[in-house]
């Protein structure tokens, strides 16, 4: 959560304002991520999504927890391709959400994304 929270004052959003910072647990270390706007809006990428490419980037493949903080009202859950984003990599993590205020909110992610489309999804079939 401390990781999340500091990261959150380098989110580059200028047109929403909304910052958001994100912290992913992977093999015991703490990869962070801030959202990061375009001035081609739909460019847009969200904290949670460039928190997990840096776990990967540094070779994890594994995301056990991540953390996210915003200054909204209610913690602020993950979006749907953020939720899909992370299935691919840890079905069985936690999600925290905490405001800057420090209401905090947790969710299984499985609980965020029930039956989804994953790894497993693909068959016996070992073309892909
Ligand atoms: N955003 C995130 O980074 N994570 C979330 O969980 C929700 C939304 C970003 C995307 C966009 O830059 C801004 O917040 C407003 O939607």
Redesign the pocket.
């Known amino acids: 959560m401390a990781a999340a929270a500091e990261v959150r004052t380098n989110?580059y959003?200028p047109?929403?304002e909304?910052?958001?910072g994100?912290a992913v647990l992977a093999g015991d270390r703490v990869f962070t991520?801030?959202?990061?706007?375009n001035a081609s809006y739909p460019l847009?990428?969200?904290?949670?999504?460039?928190a997990v490419g840096a776990a990967v980037a540094a070779g994890e493949r594994r995301i056990d927890c991540i953390a996210?903080v915003?200054d909204a009202a209610r913690p602020?859950?993950?979006?749907g391709g953020?939720r899909q984003v992370l299935w691919e990599f840890g079905p069985d993590s936690l999600v925290v959400?905490q405001t800057t205020s420090g209401e905090r909110v947790a969710w299984a992610l499985e609980d965020l994304i029930p039956d989804a489309f994953g790894p497993d999804s693909f068959g016996p079939d070992p073309h892909r």
């Open positions: 989110a959003a047109y929403s909304f910052h958001v994100a991520g801030v959202n990061m706007e847009g990428m969200c904290a949670e999504r460039n996210v915003t602020t859950p993950p979006c953020c959400s």
